[in-house]
T-cell receptor, first 111, second 114 residues
Framework: GQSLEQPSEVTAVEGAIVQINCTYQ??????LSWYQQHDGGAPTFLSY????GLEETGRFSSFLSRSDSYGYLLLQELQMKDSASYFC????????????FGTGTQLKVEL | KAGVTQTPRYLIKTRGQQVTLSCSPI?????VSWYQQTPGQGLQFLFE???????NKGNFPGRFSGRQFSNSRSEMNVSTLELGDSALYLC?????????????FGPGTRLTVT
């Protein structure tokens, strides 16, 4: 089977740095994406890693280790508006754009 | 560019009925995927269409079906509705090729089955 595990909830204070981890077990792994979803909203794409290492996009960075089947999303200079659910998602080899999503992490940013 | 649109936004149906949901992708996107989101199961992949052909399929019963038209618009149909089909149904479109991992989601259709 395929599974992607994330912590269910993370709490941090405004201005801090937070890391959301994702461990995966899947066949035909191609890459790992991260999506943000605010309550009542649609998921929006944040970042993608196909190769090992760190990808930086503004305040957000994402890391992948294919050998450890592990990735994380790093959010810096947290703002209240970052309070949302964050999902990791695996894209697969074999063609097509199917995404298998993780369980999701609810991030709460406090003052 | 206009984003992904889905209609209707909200729907209430009775067990045993069928429902059709519609999705219009971003102009130029030929890949359309459908996902079901529930509090218990999270985001689950239903199927993907590309150039009017189903390219990938998730682990859902045959009551769930879809199609794509020549203008890339897509519909999904659920027949013989069950209470457990109550969920947010999300449609996502993407380019094919190098940036296919970047999917653009619509606002979803909230289906309630009573």
């Amino acid at each position: 089977g395929q599974s992607l595990e994330q912590p269910s909830e993370v709490t941090a204070v405004e201005g801090a740095i937070v890391q959301i981890n994702c461990t995966y077990q899947t066949s035909g792994f191609y890459g790992l994406s991260w999506y943000q979803q605010h309550d009542g909203g649609a998921p929006t794409f944040l970042s993608y890693n196909a190769l090992d290492g760190l990808e930086e996009t503004g305040r957000f960075s994402s890391f992948l280790s294919r050998s450890d089947s592990y990735g994380y999303l790093l959010l810096q200079e947290l703002q209240m508006k970052d309070s949302a659910s964050y999902f990791c998602a695996v894209s697969h080899t074999g063609g097509g754009n199917k995404l298998t999503f993780g369980t999701g992490t609810q991030l709460k940013v406090e003052l | 560019k206009a984003g992904v649109t889905q209609t209707p936004r909200y729907l209430i149906k009775t067990r045993g009925q069928q429902v059709t949901l519609s999705c219009s992708p971003i102009s130029g996107h030929r890949s359309v995927s459908w996902y079901q989101q529930t509090p218990g199961q999270g985001l689950q992949f239903l199927f993907e269409y590309f150039s009017e052909t189903q390219r990938n399929k998730g682990n859902f019963p045959g009551r769930f079906s879809g199609r794509q038209f020549s203008n890339s618009r897509s519909e999904m149909n659920v027949s013989t509705l069950e209470l457990g089909d109550s969920a947010l149904y999300l449609c996502a479109s993407s380019l094919d090729g190098r940036r296919s991992y970047e999917q653009y989601f619509g606002p979803g259709t909230r289906l309630t089955v009573t």
